[in-house]
């Protein structure tokens, strides 16, 4: 339950105490008690995910509990990650009634920008519990680019140790 | 001799755990409240929650008077400094009488289920009414 309009009323001081009124509330498990959080089915939010920077290309992992493999769509085109699939809404037992559902179910289609090309051959994608890591080694065009670029600087700003400033 | 005495003392700082000291942990600006799916049967209250991440030795369900406490860190995810939820914690005050000594949780593929049985007496009023 993040709150963003908690910001605006005096500073980090109100939010933090905002963010500790939120953490004690008690949920109270009743029929009669509707959720906090509305259920919207997946929004924009869903699924939470990272993308990380690592030395031969990128990592991302995405949230996505309970999902089965083959529920997981995921392919690379150019500089594009995609990530799609779905869950089904979850049904109580016969005789069971729901008190809450607050998880989202539903489709999702998750698009992640790479800010540079990989190597879309050698994408893996491993599933690790309920989140899934996908390793994207950079494309060996990629890295020829990068180096370029270190030489490229010397030779416009100088010798190496000169002071840019003399 | 070494490793016991620190298996002694892990042992009594969670003894000595007490639940402000498990909420302010809990607090903490990582942590986030997990979503649920809560059903009821007539012999049971069972709970589901999305905890992506967590791992069976991370996850700590207590029951307390009236109040059922979920609490797990993703224990990777602070290591690594990662931007997703470092850990999860929730809780719920419970209106049912349940057998404690029958309380169950599950972990898998980063969902957990919690089995709370209804106590006799409830199942009994439970029947009546139906």
Redesign the interface.
Known sequence: ?ENESGSNASGRGALAEF??A???L??????QVTSL?PDLGFGREFP???LRVEDDGYRV?I??????REEIDVSVVGRTLTVSGQRAR?E??A??????????SGEFELTVRLPSEVDAIAVAAQ?R???LDVRLPGSKGARGRSVDVEEGSENEYGEPGAQADG | MDRIDKDELREAQQSEATREVR?AR??R?R?V?P????????SE??V????????KGDLDITVERD?LVIEAKAARRAAEE????WGY????????AFDRERISAGL????VRITLPKAASEQARKVEVD
């Open positions: 339950m963010r500790d939120v953490t004690n008690f949920d109270q498990v009743s029929s959080i939470r995910h990272e992992l949230e996505l509990p309970g999902f089965k979850f109580p037992p005789g069971g009634r729901m008190l809450r559902s607050e998880r989202p599933m519990d309920g989140v | 909420e809990a607090r600006r942590y409240r979503p649920v799916d809560i059903y009821s049967t007539a209250m069972v589901v929650a999305d905890m992506p991440g967590v791992q109040e990662s931007t997703l939820p914690y929730r809780r719920f005050r419970l209106k049912t898998e593929d980063g969902i």
